[in-house]
């Protein structure tokens, strides 16, 4: 069954610094995956996608993932943190035909001054 | 956001109660899709619809959850009869794509008592 992994519930971040949020995933076949963000009492928006070409992949408000093919990961990065990049992140995977994604557990970034 | 307008965005109803959540989509989807997200659950795919068909339901939880898609313009889930552990955020989302992108609306908040 495809699925993906967020092993992280929350990750911490001094503004500034680098993030990562972590992703891992299992599929069997070439995957389609996605990271959105949730912010407080507001539906899912859409971070980017990797569905083939470039390993590195760049999305809305800075953001970037690097599609790790030996690794089966998926981890989206973002080079200067800001505070208002403190949200709820989540990996999805597209699994089987029409669009249906499944979605990780999600992790709750927290940016501090 | 605009794309996907959902109501009631909170409801507060009694156990055995009917439901009813709705949901606006823009036009040109091809795809639209019922999520349902709890603490406990994370989300969970209900059901999907393409070009109005109901393609898949597994997800839909009990025979007292119901979905229709009767034109390209709206859907609506329906729980009859309510229980509280039915309380939850549900979101409509949208494809417009073959992609896998998602445009979710803002949610309904369902609290049952």
């Known amino acids: 069954a495809q699925s993906v992994a967020q092993p992280e519930d929350q990750v911490n971040v001094a503004e500034g610094n680098p993030l990562t949020v972590k992703c891992t995933y299992s599929?069997?076949?070439?995957?389609?995956l996605f990271w959105y963000v949730q912010y407080p009492n507001r539906g899912l928006q859409f971070l980017l996608k990797y569905i083939t070409g470039d390993n590195l992949v760049k999305g809305s408000y800075g953001f970037e993932a690097e599609f790790n093919k030996s690794q089966t990961s998926f981890h989206l990065k973002k080079p200067s943190a800001l505070v208002s990049d403190s949200a709820l992140y989540f990996c999805a995977v597209r699994t089987g035909g029409g669009n249906k994604l499944t979605f990780g557990t999600g992790t709750q970034l927290k940016v501090e001054l | 956001d605009a794309g996907v307008i959902q109501s009631p965005r909170h409801e507060v109803t009694e156990m055995g109660q009917e439901v009813t959540l709705r949901c606006k989509p823009i036009s040109g989807h091809n795809s639209l899709f019922w999520y349902r997200q709890t603490m406990m659950r994370g989300l969970e795919l209900l059901i999907y619809f393409n070009n109005n068909v109901p393609i898949d339901d597994s997800g839909m939880p009990e025979d007292r959850f119901s979905a229709k898609m009767p034109n390209a313009s709206f859907s609506t889930l329906k729980i009859q009869p309510s229980e509280p552990r039915d309380s939850a955020v549900y979101f409509c989302a949208i494809s417009l794509s073959g992609t896998g992108e998602l445009f979710f609306g803002e949610g309904s908040r369902l609290t049952v008592l």
């Open positions: 599929v069997s076949g070439n995957p389609y």
